[in-house]
């Protein structure tokens, strides 16, 4: 059941999100802790396996790049392909796939949060006198394991490959499918339920044990 | 015990943000000049395990926010007014005008009236910089605006309206009245790009485009409505969790 509520968790963020620019979708990975041999305890014969419960060993997200959508906005990119915008921000260099950029009080290309956005050679980007910036002046790099930071920003290892092509006046769409999301909410739900009905069975069995058992009447 | 209530909710906060800025652009359909306002989502930050059943590598998020991206200054449509002071500005640019308080502001807004000492203003005050002064007795149909934002009665010129630009718009911040004051991070206001020119006899309409609003308005709404089902959801678990103990 607890493992439920994680996985429920996560859904309520998918669905936060559906319409956050670049995000990218999770699920979550659930794996049975060890499972225990049980022995006949008089004859010593083996009656089987049994599982003690379930735990969640991690999410997974799905980086699948997914449609861009045109704005017509002259400070908003979007990667086609795989790759990440390099953005410098107070706890070193971080990724994003959220295009929406501004300028800020020097001219230079900032994120929403404020953060220089890097070019080819490692440094921020000016915004020019005509208030556009050349697409193939930013940098995508490829992470070799990215991972989610908040505030659309993302950790990882640069990896040497192609990285995609950037294209302005466009942004990723959302990678959160509610379809999906509701789906996995519903059946979340109802292997929660069976959970539930399990304690109950036990402790109905084990009310007759305590009761029952021993009773001469 | 389920964040995800409040992540759900954070997510519900943040649409309904985004359809405020709808309602601002669909009752402003009609607003000479209006710009439409441009919301966009950033998620939250992300917990690390921490949980029971849980290792470290699994993280959750927390719910999204919105975020104000300024405005889409997109060209409005022209619409023939037939008035000779009415003038709207195609392509990128701005009028300079002076506020009643004294501050320099920019505006798209053109239909330019003649006030009490003759000089060209908004129809909400601003006085249109450099001043320029229609002579008493002038008719109001004897005025020309050219493509450049001269201005001349009866072939006498009179003085030139200034059409300027700054680097981001995005960054320009509403003073009210369809004016713009410029902020460190839209620049300074400079010469508009020769491209700009003025056209006498017509006002830009809103650029609120009506069915992408609309659109745009059922998608925030169905998000919302998406969301909810996960509080909803939330909730029913709970009332599962309370059914173990009869």
Not at chain 1, 158 to 173: D, Q
Not at chain 1, 188 to 209: C, N, P
Not at chain 2, 75 to 89: K, N
Request: charged share 20%.
């Amino acid at each position: 059941m607890l493992a439920e509520q994680l996985r429920q968790d996560q859904i309520a963020n998918d669905l936060a999100n559906a319409s956050t620019a670049g995000y990218k979708a999770e699920r979550t990975i659930q794996r049975s802790f060890g499972e225990l041999l049980l022995t006949n305890s008089v004859t010593g014969a083996t009656i089987g396996s049994q599982s003690t419960a379930v735990q969640v060993t991690g999410t997974v997200t799905d980086w699948t790049p997914q449609p861009v959508k045109e704005t017509g906005e002259p400070l908003d990119f979007a990667i086609v392909g795989e790759g990440f915008f390099a953005v410098r921000t107070g706890d070193g260099v971080r990724y994003t796939r959220n295009g929406a950029f501004a300028a800020d009080a020097n001219g230079v290309l900032v994120t929403s949060a404020g953060d220089p956005v890097l070019g080819r050679n490692n440094q921020p980007v000016r915004v020019g006198a005509d208030g556009k910036v050349d697409p193939r002046a930013l940098n995508v790099v490829l992470l070799a394991n990215p991972e989610k930071a908040g505030n659309n920003l993302v950790t990882g290892t640069p990896a040497a490959g192609a990285a995609g092509a950037v294209r302005s006046g466009a942004l990723e769409g959302s990678g959160a499918d509610p379809t999906q999301s509701m789906v996995d909410m519903i059946a979340s739900m109802r292997a929660y339920e069976a959970g539930q009905k399990v304690i109950r069975t036990i402790d109905e069995t084990l009310g007759k044990a305590a009761s029952s058992v021993g009773s001469l009447t | 015990m389920l964040e995800g209530l409040r992540t759900a909710a954070a997510g519900m906060q943040a649409q309904q943000q985004k359809l405020d800025a709808v309602a601002n652009d669909l009752a402003n359909a009609n607003t000479n000049g209006y710009k439409r306002l441009r919301v966009g989502f950033s998620d939250l930050l992300y917990e690390q395990g921490g949980r029971p059943t849980t290792t470290a590598e699994a993280q959750f998020g927390t719910g999204a926010r919105a975020l104000s991206l300024g405005r889409t200054f997109q060209q409005g449509a022209l619409r023939e007014t037939g008035r000779t002071l009415d003038v709207a500005i195609q392509g990128e640019g701005f009028l300079r005008v002076r506020l009643a308080d004294g501050r320099q502001a920019l505006t798209r807004d053109g239909n330019l009236q003649i006030d009490g000492s003759g000089r060209l203003v908004t129809p909400y005050g601003g006085v249109v910089e450099p001043t320029i002064r229609v002579p008493e007795g002038t008719n109001e149909s004897d005025i020309t605006i050219g493509r450049d934002g001269t201005v001349s009665a009866n072939g006498r010129p009179l003085g030139r309206i200034a059409i300027v630009n700054v680097r981001s718009p995005q960054g320009l911040e509403s003073a009210g009245d369809n004016a713009y004051v410029t902020t460190g991070r839209s620049g300074n206001a400079v010469a508009a790009p020769a491209t700009t020119v003025l056209t006498q006899g017509a006002l830009e309409a809103s650029n609120t485009d009506m069915a992408q609003a609309m659109t745009e308005m059922i998608e925030a709404q169905r998000t919302y409505q998406l969301t909810s089902k996960a509080i909803q959801t939330a909730d029913t678990m709970m009332e599962i969790a309370n059914g173990v103990k009869r």
